[in-house]
């Protein structure tokens, strides 16, 4: 429905700047509207059969391979990835679908006797309640699956908030979830450029039981902050510093292979991307040589042409950062081995790039790049790859490579993040928890554990029938 202001956003193209599409802007008196109709909906919601609710989520998956090209495409032309990374991202955000179109069915509890002999405990679950759910521009399909199906599997219903830059393929996605027969009121849908005013009105609603957020660590503590007030059942995926750690004895081809599927992933705008790339001594030189050739024959342009490999950043802001990290590592002493400069002409391109040697005290290594920047610094020995692998508050994912099955069995315990891609430069599976530790965030998404953070424990104790 249109804002009860009237007001519209417009969403760009980052590869052109053409306005694309204008669509509701609301405010404060639009996020209540939509958390009335998700609460008015909770209670059939959660009373619906978990098969029934599974049922929906699987013809939700079919419709989006149906029209999987169609998703492709809007995703392209919103957020600016290349087409093939964007049927990529349809294929694993509808991932999520399918697997909690699986997992809600089997949403179970417990029943025996205590340990005294004196009563029967009966353990269920049950649906934590209204939701507020807020994705980020980066991965708008997969991020908005992976926090809308277990939800809807769970029986709760939700207010969704995309990011204002790329809000049309959660548009998309939720016609698909009507489509499918999903009653109205269960899912809502705010776009907003007050994001601010909109989503704190809504966390400070009593009847609102559980906050989602997927971003920044700034943002995610002053919503830890605001849901605090009323308790609320909270996840956060927020910021990573990722470490892809390459010792001497590593394939370096598959090093390398796995270094650009780590970093060059989404133009780099992903929080699993890697950050700091540190690499053993004795192949620091020959790992930086080989990436850069890879990267020096990369192609750069809009995402829906054949062939380019690099798309736009996300806007000029993302350009102006990447800059200033990567000026500030060169200022410092770092070597150029590749790119290093904006792109000229319309739109929001940076070259991608190779910073060897980087220095201690660079920002680069301290700020998540967002931007197809590879940052590599060098290490001696395990210890020391440890110590610089953990010298940061984020801990997301980190990567490592080495052909040494025990030292990748100490590293699996001695790196300091919620995953690790071993011997691999991509971790994300909808079967497998994805979520951080330390200022990387709280709970788990997708995986077994996905659809427990929208479960509420609920304990029973009965005199023992035999007494």
Not at 353 to 382: C, H, K, N, W, Y
């Amino acid at each position: 429905m249109d804002a009860a202001s009237g007001k519209t956003l417009d969403v760009y193209d980052p590869a052109t700047g053409e306005v694309i599409a204008s669509i509701a802007d609301a405010g404060v008196d639009d996020g209540a509207r939509a958390l009335d109709a998700a609460v008015a909906a909770q209670a059939d919601w959660a009373a619906t059969p978990p098969r029934v609710r599974g049922e929906i989520l699987r013809r939700t998956f079919d419709l989006l391979q149906e029209r999987k090209e169609e998703a492709a495409l809007l995703m392209t032309i919103e957020m600016g990835k290349p087409l093939a990374e964007a049927r990529g991202e349809v294929a694993y955000g509808g991932e999520f679908l399918r697997w909690f179109s699986e997992e809600a069915v089997r949403i179970s509890g417990r029943y025996g006797s205590n340990p005294e002999g004196t009563g029967r405990m009966i353990v269920t679950q049950r649906p934590v309640g209204p939701t507020f759910l807020i994705t980020p521009w980066n991965f708008p399909l997969a991020m908005a699956t992976r926090k809308l199906a277990p939800a809807i599997a769970a029986g709760c219903t939700s207010v969704i908030k995309p990011a204002a830059l790329t809000p049309l393929t959660t548009l998309f996605l939720v016609k698909l979830l009507e489509e499918a027969g999903l009653p109205k009121g269960v899912v809502n849908v705010v776009t907003t450029t007050t994001t601010g005013p909109v989503s704190g009105a809504i966390i400070a609603d009593p009847r609102l039981r559980k906050l989602s957020f997927t971003g920044s660590t700034p943002v995610g503590v002053q919503l830890l902050k605001q849901a605090a007030d009323n308790v609320l059942k909270t996840s956060m995926e927020l910021g990573g510093n990722a470490p892809f750690v390459v010792f001497d004895d590593a394939d370096l081809d598959k090093a390398v292979e796995g270094a650009l599927l780590a970093k060059f992933r989404n133009i780099g705008q992903a929080c699993t991307a890697a950050n700091r790339f540190i690499v053993h001594e004795k192949v620091a030189d020959e790992f930086g040589r080989r990436l850069a050739e890879r990267v020096k024959a990369f192609r750069i342009g809009r995402g829906t042409e054949e062939g380019v490999t690099i798309g736009p950043l996300i806007d000029d802001k993302a350009v102006a950062k990447v800059g200033s990290l990567v000026d500030d590592a060169v200022g410092r002493g770092a070597t150029l081995l590749t790119g290093g400069s904006a792109v000229e002409g319309r739109g929001s391109f940076y070259e991608p790039t190779v910073l060897a040697d980087v220095q201690q005290g660079s920002d680069i290594l301290s700020e998540e790049i967002f931007g197809p920047v590879v940052s590599i610094i060098r290490f001696t020995d395990e210890a020391d790859a440890v110590a610089k692998a953990n010298a940061t508050e984020y801990g997301l994912v980190g990567y490592v490579f080495t052909k040494d099955l025990a030292r990748g069995q100490r590293l699996i315990d001695s790196i300091d993040t919620g995953m690790m891609g071993l011997n691999t430069g991509v971790v994300s599976n909808a079967a497998a928890p994805f979520g951080g530790v330390k200022q990387s965030g709280l709970g788990r998404e997708g995986g077994f554990e996905g659809i427990h953070e929208y479960l509420e424990t609920k304990y029973v104790l009965t005199p023992d029938p035999f007494a």
